[in-house]
């Protein structure tokens, strides 16, 4: 079974701050996800990456792949408040149905 | 995009009563389905994994004979609490990956149910 660490665990900003998120582990993955969770409802994927090195962008949000496959990080550029919400990562590995979560980030953005 | 539905969305329920969850995938359809327990502010906590016409697996430390997982088709598994204790109050989620899904394939959750036994 993987371990996987995620830091900080809350993070409480204000607005047009930058931020980021930390998710390590001792294991090589063949995948990792990374997922929003707002109060009261289920995860939502974000991006997934699986090529060690990989940095994908989604407006705001960038997400990075270590070049190991050990670790992964996720910066947010100028957050705003919608951007509140609890951050989960997530490792794959071929050949296992479940997926791994980390501890999650609780990311409070006030205005 | 692939929706999941859980149903209820809150429950109540007495000490000692049952309480059943449905969790449908509406628009694929889904071998496996997970089931999770979160608490307040903490991450998701892997309870079983539901295969469709087989039974499920349950993680270390959970009881299947109180969280009964039953996934009688491609698109629907439930979970019921047996004999249901305040300590059971929580949120509970599931996920469904798609037939055919690999490791790194995403996965459709529901928007949870949050069981409250008094």
């Known amino acids: 079974t993987q371990l996987l660490e995620q830091s900080p665990q809350f993070l409480s900003i204000q607005e047009g701050e930058n931020l980021t998120v930390y998710c390590n582990s001792s294991?090589?993955?063949?995948?990792l996800q990374w997922y929003r969770q707002e109060p009261g409802e289920g995860p939502v994927l974000l991006v997934t990456?699986?090529?060690?090195?990989e940095v994908k962008k989604l407006k705001r949000l960038t997400f990075q792949f270590g070049d190991a496959r050990k670790d992964s990080s996720l910066h947010i550029t100028a957050a705003q408040p919608g951007d509140t919400g609890l951050y989960l990562c997530a490792a794959g590995n071929s050949g296992y149905s479940t997926l791994t979560f980390g501890k999650g980030t609780m990311l409070l953005v006030s205005p | 995009g692939a929706v999941v539905s859980q149903h209820p969305s809150r429950v109540i329920c007495k000490s000692g009563t049952s309480v059943k969850i449905e969790c449908r995938s509406l628009?694929?359809?889904?071998?496996?389905m997970f089931w999770y327990r979160q608490f307040p502010k903490q991450s998701l906590m892997l309870m079983a994994t539901s295969n469709e016409g087989s039974k499920a697996t349950y993680e270390q430390g959970v009881e299947k004979d109180k969280f009964l997982i039953n996934h009688a088709s491609l698109t629907l598994s439930t979970l019921t609490v047996t004999s249901a204790h305040p300590e059971d109050s929580s949120f509970y989620i599931c996920?469904?990956?798609?037939?055919?899904?690999?490791?790194?394939?995403?996965?459709?959750f529901g928007n949870g149910t949050r069981l409250t036994v008094t």
């Open positions: 294991s090589v993955f063949s995948s």
């Open positions: 990456v699986v090529t060690g090195g």
């Open positions: 628009d694929f359809q889904a071998t496996t």
């Open positions: 996920s469904a990956s798609e037939q055919g899904a690999s490791y790194n394939s995403p996965l459709h």
